[in-house]
């Protein structure tokens, strides 16, 4: 066994942990900041409670978008060199938290945002980064990735450089998601842990928390969603996202590269996307994956079976139940997506989201009829 594992984020994990902001931006030196968020964020309050806890001047840019394109990329990074900070707060849900990590790259970094999207194209250190996450869902506070929207296409912006110095993990921001929001973000989770947990890039810590975050998340999950007032069901689901990003580090597999070419043509949250294929992937993974599948299905609540495919079929039934009681489509036939567009965007997926570390390979007639299967709403492997 071989594995490298690089996290060198603190975490600091609860209710009230709000309330170490500044004590959080002391000890990184800091005595000016940018805080990156979004208007929402500013009307309900949450980024001032972010600010009065933080207790340095601040600056804030409240421009982030859902699904943000390069052009507000460009405007961050504009924000970021325009003063001397020396540090940034990303306060809000994945947007926000990967629009504060490449403004920490910017302000140190030359050049426009667009020459930026690859992989590792950062030279110099970026600036000091505290992410404080708002939804329980992304990750994004543990991550290397900044998601940006290209021409209507998914890229990214990665670079080991832009993990997080901090991250302020506090259930109680989360309490007031709108159920919508509460369903996307916590299904992105669950994607995250499982799909990590799928990929040939596991190691036994990302493994470790994948499961646990899984367990969290199926148990509580739904009771968030119909109860956002439960503080227990929404610590769980903070700390099962918190998990989600820990396991991250495996990569996503196919799952993810699908829900991509859904996203940007149906205008789907995130966690929509990425939640519609997870069953099917999970049905059609079982066998590829075969000796890990027992443990998956013990985090998912699922009697176990020494058939690989029946206990990923029946694995896959539980998180399709959990997408329709979250009103979560579960077919590209209910999404609009026409019979005729499947290859095309069969191809697409291979083309510009390749998966070298998925353990089930994919040709072009392979993932079309995946596709398909998605259409219809077959989960047989
Ligand atoms: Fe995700």
Redesign the pocket.
Known sequence: MKFSYFLPTKLSFGFGTLGTLGSEAKALGASRALVVTDKVMVSTGIAQRATESLGIAFDVFDGVEAEPRIEVAQAVADRARSAKYDLVVGVGG?SSMDMAKVAAGFATNEGPARSFVGNNLFSKKPLPSIMVPTTA???AELTVTSMVTVEGHKQWINSQLLLPSVAVVDPDLTMSMPQGVTAATGM??L??NTEAYLSSLASPITDSAALEGVRLIVQNLEKAFDSGGDRMARESMSLGALM?GIA?QAK?VYG?SI?YTIATRFRLA??VS?GLPLPYIISNYAVACAPKMKKLAEAYGVPPDDDPAELGRAVAEKARGIAEHLKIPTTLKELGVAESDLPTLAEECLEMYPRPNSPLVFDRRSMSEFYRRMWEGNLEG
Do not use: S
């Open positions: 994945g869902g992304t990750g992105d989770a994607c995250h989600g991250l996503m993810h829900g995130h966690g990425c």
